[in-house]
């Protein structure tokens, strides 16, 4: 079960002709899909398009209705093979992943599909996480769109344009036997709007019927001499009628304006950016009225020569607006107008920064620069002669800069690889520090304070196999850590078999958390939940046993720290040759919260005796050396000010956002920190029995404690 | 063909912007659906946005909103995905530091930007993780808001929904509908709220008192917070009724008045800590420094010493954690009803050290250095212990254990404890003679002095450390200062990293 559930939204999918839909970004585009006839959707959760996944996930039975098939993919590459089903059969296939780290994963499929050409459209959609709050490497999917010659669409980011790109995406891929690359930015995926609605419809053909009456076609598969003709075929016949399609369909937007001598060129996912920036130059409205024309490209992929001759021939200067590096488009453009003997000047990463998002600040200072520059006299004049101060003075900046602390993301409260990442710092305390080859995930925050553990990422299900090289015999072992999304995804093979083969001697550190925790919590083949639609519970330990490893230890409650540690000293000293794999087991909190409290707020208004667990800090006690937060770090520990005037420090304190994991008594025990720490047991709905039992211990005790306060001065 | 179009006709309406601060978990996108929810309800075209990814995790996110009156034509218009620095209206903080975050983004501006903020904080990793106090000094963004925006709303909305039993959204929501902010009733916020049929009743409570706390904080805002430390409660320096405390009390007070409320308070934790005679002893060792006539050196003294006499012992963790007032505070802090039961259980791993510590110090001290005895012992006491207080066995267990104070003096640790506190004293007392700054310095230092075990090791070696630098600066005009660093990098970062570099930094020109 995913983090979030779209059961109701899904309902708007079944939406008919001319209806209105609102609502995000990934609920459109899986109505686009069905609105085109999509006969299968396939992919691998990530964000942005975790929702995607989600909500396909939670469409089924409207999917199924259609005779529409769905799969959970178990990698990108899988996703992306899973278009074969569109080279020999007329049937339009989707897949979805995050990129360009799942087209890096899936590029090996996507460079074959795109060789051998496809019959049915193949449309494969790609969430863009490119700048803030991006959790990946910064690069551009368009390099794998040109290397493999692949259609690239990049619509204006709102739902309209969005749905019209998903609907001529099949089309282009029809036409020109080509796959379609729908990219979709972090922001457009999430963007809450509307447009109206087209009645679903079924597969002209469905996979069912292709499977009941297979066809093939040799010339179809990647192999001399075919590779050699695919290659010829993709220059003298694909390519041109994929360019005639874009002309003739009007993929790309003239956007008209009465300053005809100059002109902005801009990717279609810039658009609205690029309106706001000129809007605050007085040469734009909020409806989309431009004064200056544009070139919108909705597909920047491959481009138009004769759009772009026609835009820029007689203008001044042309500014092009393209986020990423490489330049490719800038490139394109240029060469372009000098084939075509424009002498029109060309601006671009001149005036935008060569890397990096292009922010509402950086569009505003560089299509300004270009303004300025060419038609400063059509500048409004209050934006001409701006001179207004800084909103933020220098003093207050500073002040700010000193006490804004940054705010990285972490573990959740209750996390379970929490107490993993405490025992490793009290092995290492104890063994020293070791290599740690980190890996995607969630437990990927360990590289941050409090913890600071782990040295690189290599990718996803790659932890164990980055540790490959330290595969030597020294008096320290490597340790590797992967999540189980990283495991089922590639890490058996690429991390665990590969130490099997090569005799590793290192550590690998499994986090089994019951899910694709960091992506939204969908399911695996290690969770525990039965899913209607899919096989799970398929432990990670015997996958690990049955690829020959020998010492394998699983550990089910990852919050004895005690237990860990030492699991994880046995490790790193055991004289047991081979790779040495820990598989530390607790359901990610996030989902057992939500899985267990309704029934728990449930049972307690049904009267049922209920037990509520927190921790607590005994403010007295604490002495306010913070040593238990470096070794948790958990959001519901915190510090407060303290009323004493004795204590100097904040003291440690819980909130009531506490869920009662274990981590903080446990850490406490392992690491002898401090006695200040207790856990509350709240027994709700106490039964008679307990009142008794209570009542014969508060008589008792109340009876000691009295006597003694008794004797007590009563200081203040 | 271009150049031949008249100029359109620009619509100069800008559209309603407004940036939601938030960190993850904390249900930012659910205000935002209301928001969004809200505007249209009013007719308005709205588009919102976000960028989750990973920074759902505990991170600090924005969500993004624009919004514009429909002109009637039925056109969609363009609206923006992020939020332009200098033309926010509204900026909506879910946490004090994510409103200096936006602030330091540029998203405040004064001639536009209506800033609703959470007074409350939510320390981030690198606050709490510092020994010291590494928290960030609020009042510095309360100034810079004021500064920097056309309207400053801020109040603790945590706190409403706590009350409230709701979520902190619903208590933004509220501070947003105060009038100002948006054009559009209360009342079309509060349906809202009830269209989405979830914890409807606690929503609207955090929402009205939300609302009415705006109100009352738009008509007379009340003052920023000056710093992290103006909490501090000092007890009166008054007599209670026991002939012995009161005498100290009567002596006390011969002291200097400004002092009077840190004596108060370390002469209440070292009686409470031992006897009426500690007490005796703590004011001996007050009035050394007193003597001096300096205040501030009377008030260090007062502070340190009674931190340092009333150190944390087993037989105080004991008495602490057995107190009537204890199990009544702890009912408190979970928040149990009445009706509800409530067991503690402490967790505790008592070490050799503690156990000797705590014995006469002559046979601790035997035990020490009896390797053998020491060896049997630790396997039998070294280890974690789940101590239920609520039950009468474990009660008892550390009820006698409190009982020893009476032989407090007697015990190993005691011993060490006291000679530990002379020496450092004597040294204070000799250089408060020629420099009361450094002395004043030196008794501070004592703060680094915390935590149990390996913590506490840590600490007392950085407080030794800096004994033996305030040895080396004796002399210089500008020791206490370089003192004063010393210890602020001492509290910086556990491992010494930051004391490291003051050291070689000292050393350099020594």
């Known amino acids: ?19 209105e839909f609102h609502g995000e970004g990934i609920l459109a585009i899986t109505k686009a899909l069905l609105q085109s006839g999509v006969g299968y959707v396939a992919g691998y959760q990530g964000a942005p398009i975790s929702h995607l996944m989600d909500v396909l996930s939670d469409a089924q039975d409207i999917l199924s209705d259609l005779g529409v098939h769905f799969e959970t993919s178990a990698s990108e590459a899988t996703a992306a093979a899973t278009l074969a089903a569109s080279v020999m059969y007329p049937i339009r296939g989707a897949v979805t992943f995050k990129s360009p780290v799942g087209t890096n994963v899936a590029s090996d499929a996507l460079a074959n599909l795109a060789s051998g050409g496809v019959t049915g459209g193949a449309l494969i959609i790609v969430g863009e996480d490119y700048g803030e709050g991006s959790s990946i490497m910064q690069e551009r999917s368009h390099a794998y769109a040109m290397k493999s010659q692949i259609w690239l669409l990049d619509p204006r980011p709102d739902l309209e344009s969005i749905v019209r790109a998903v609907e ?7 036409v020109s036997n080509t796959p379609v690359m729908l990219e979709v930015r972090i922001r457009a995926c999430h963007v809450r709007g509307s447009f109206r609605t087209k009645t679903n419809q079924r597969p002209a053909m469905s996979v069912k019927d292709a499977l009941e009456t297979p066809r093939r076609d040799t010339g179809r598969v990647v192999l001399p001499p075919a590779s050699y003709v695919h290659e010829r075929e993709k220059i003298e016949k694909r390519w041109p009628a994929a360019v005639t399609f874009i002309k003739e369909r009007r993929l790309n937007e003239f956007v008209p304006g009465d300053i005809g001598d100059v002109g902005i060129i801009l990717q279609g996912g810039m658009y609205n950016g690029v309106l706001r920036a000129l809007q605050g130059l007085g040469l734009a409205d909020v409806w989309g009225t431009s004064r200056i024309p544009l070139y919108v490209m909705n597909v920047t992929y491959p481009l138009v020569p004769d759009e772009v001759a026609d835009f820029c021939r007689d203008k001044r200067a042309v500014l092009l607006v393209e986020e990423g590096q490489p330049d490719f488009i800038e490139q394109a453009l240029a060469k372009i107008l000098r084939q075509a003997n424009i002498p029109t000047p060309l601006s671009g990463k001149d005036l935008f920064p060569m890397a990096g998002e292009y922010t509402a600040q950086v569009m505003g200072e560089a299509i300004g620069a270009f303004v300025r520059q060419w038609i400063p006299d059509m500048l409004a004049p209050a934006v001409r002669a701006s001179n207004a101060p800084p909103a933020l003075e220098e003093k207050h900046a500073r002040a700010l800069a000193e006490v804004v602390p940054p705010r990285p993301p972490g573990f959740c409260t209750g996390c379970p690889e929490r107490p993993i990442f405490a025992a490793m710092k009290l092995v290492e305390r104890e063994l020293g520090p070791h290599h740690v080859a980190a890996d995607i995930g969630c437990h990927l925050f360990a590289i941050m304070p409090p913890f600071n553990i782990g040295t690189t990422t290599m990718g996803y299900g790659l932890g164990p196999a980055s540790a490959s090289a330290f595969n030597v015999k020294a008096a320290k072992r490597s340790i590797a850590v992967m999540g189980d999304g990283g495991f089922w995804h590639n890490g058996l093979t690429s991390g665990i078999g590969n130490a099997v083969f090569n005799k590793s001697d290192g550590v690998v550190l499994v986090v089994d958390n019951h899910y694709s925790a960091a992506t939204g919590g969908q399911d695996l083949l290690s969770s525990r939940a039965a899913n209607r639609s899919r096989s799970t519970r398929h432990a990670i330990a015997d996958a690990v046993k049955g690829m020959g490893v020998n010492w394998v230890r699983q550990i089910d409650r990852t919050y004895d720290v005690g237990r860990m540690r030492d699991t994880l000293k046995e490790a790193l000293t055991s004289n047991e040759p081979g790779p040495k794999v820990i598989v530390a087991a607790s359901e990610c909190m996030l989902n057992r919260q939500r899985r267990e409290r309704p029934l728990f707020a449930k049972a307690v208004k049904a009267g049922q005796r209920m037990v509520r667990q927190r921790f607590g800090v005994d403010e007295d006690v604490c002495t306010g050396d ?46 002898v920190l401090c006695p200040s720490f207790y856990r509350a047991d709240i027994i709700i709905n106490p039964t008679g029995w307990d009142r008794a039992v209570a009542h014969m211990r508060a008589a008792v005790i109340g009876f000691f404690q009295r006597l003694r306060a008794k004797r007590r001065l009563r200081l203040a | 063909m271009d150049a031949v179009l008249s100029p359109p006709t620009l619509d100069t309406r800008r559209p309603t912007s407004i940036a939601v601060m938030a960190m993850g978990g904390q249900g930012g996108g659910v205000l935002v659906d209301w928001i969004v929810a809200l505007i249209e309800s009013q007719g308005w075209l709205v588009q919102s946005t976000s960028v989750p990814g990973v920074a759902q995790r505990t991170g600090a996110t924005i969500y993004y909103v624009e919004a514009i009156e429909s002109d009637g034509s039925g056109r969609r218009p363009v609206l923006s995905l992020m939020p332009v620095p200098g033309e926010v209206d509204i900026v909506i903080g879910a946490e004090l530091m994510e409103a200096g975050r936006a602030m330091q983004r540029g ?9 609703i903020a ?53 208590a933004l929501f509220g501070a947003l509908a105060a009038p100002g902010a948006l054009p559009f009733p209360r009342a079309a916020y509060e349906a809202t709220i009830r269209e989405t049929g979830v914890g409807v009743e606690a929503s609207l409570r955090a929402f009205g008192r939300a609302y009415d706390a705006a109100v009352a904080e738009l008509k007379s805002p009340t003052p920023a917070p000056s710093g992290n430390t103006t909490r501090k409660e000092f007890p009166d320096l008054k007599p209670i009724g026991d002939a012995g405390f009161d005498a100290l009390v009567e002596r006390a007070r011969t002291l200097p008045e400004p002092v009077h409320g840190m004596v108060a308070a370390g002469l209440a934790r070292v009686v409470d800590f031992q006897d009426v005679a500690y007490g005796r002893e703590y004011l001996d060792r007050v009035d050394a420094f007193a003597e001096l006539s300096a205040n501030e050196l009377t008030s260090a003294a007062a502070k340190q010493i009674a931190r340092a006499m009333a150190y944390d012992d087993v037989i105080r963790v004991a008495d602490l954690k057995t107190r009537d007032s204890r199990f009544a505070r702890i009912r408190t802090e979970v928040a149990a009803r009445p009706d509800q039961i409530v067991y503690a259980t402490e967790f505790m791993h008592p070490r050799m050290d503690e156990v000797c510590g705590t014995l006469p110090a002559g046979l601790g001290l035997w035990i020490e250095t009896s390797p053998r005895v020491l060896g049997f012992l630790r396997r039998l006491v070294d280890r974690g212990r789940r101590v239920q207080t609520g039950t009468i066995g474990w009660f008892l267990t550390l009820y006698l254990l409190a009982g020893l104070r009476r032989f407090r003096r007697g015990t190993l640790r005691h011993r060490r404890e006291q000679a530990h506190i002379e020496a450092w004293l004597d040294r204070a007392r000799t250089v408060a003679r020629g420099d009361v700054a450094l002395a004043i310095e030196i008794l501070e230092a004592r703060r680094l002095v915390k935590g149990y075990s390996d913590t506490h090791d840590v600490g007392e070696g950085k407080f030794s450390r800096l004994m033996a630098m305030a040895e080396k600066l004796e002399g210089r005009a500008d020791a206490a200062d370089w003192m004063r660093r010393l210890r602020t990098a001492a509290l910086a970062d556990a491992e010494g990293r930051a004391l490291d570099d003051t050291i070689k930094t000292i050393e350099s020109f020594l």
Do not use: W
Not at chain 1, 2 to 19: H, I, N, T
Not at chain 1, 630 to 646: F, I, M, N, W, Y
Not at chain 2, 107 to 112: A, E, G, M, Q, T
């Open chain 1, 168 to 174: 001529t995406g099949f089309e282009l891929s029809e």
């Open chain 1, 1 to 19: 079960m995913a983090e979030r559930s779209f059961a109701k939204e899904v309902e708007d999918l079944r939406l008919g002709d001319g209806q």
């Open chain 2, 107 to 115: 998203l405040v501006s004064p001639d536009r930007t209506t800033l």
């Open chain 2, 118 to 170: 959470s007074s409350h904080r939510a320390y981030a990793v690198s606050e709490k993780i510092a020994p010291g106090d590494g928290a960030g000094d609020p009042a510095k963004v309360h100034e810079a808001a004021r500064a920097a925006s056309k309207q400053f709303l801020a109040f603790d909305m945590a706190a409403i929904a706590e009350q409230s039993e709701s979520v902190i959204s619903a």
């Open chain 1, 626 to 671: 913070h040593a238990c937060i470096r070794l948790s770090g958990c959001p519901s520990l915190s510090v407060k000010q303290t009323a004493d005037p004795l204590k100097d420090d904040p003291v440690a304190a819980i909130d009531n956002s506490c869920v009662g994991c274990g981590n903080c008594g446990d850490v406490a025990e392992a690491a």
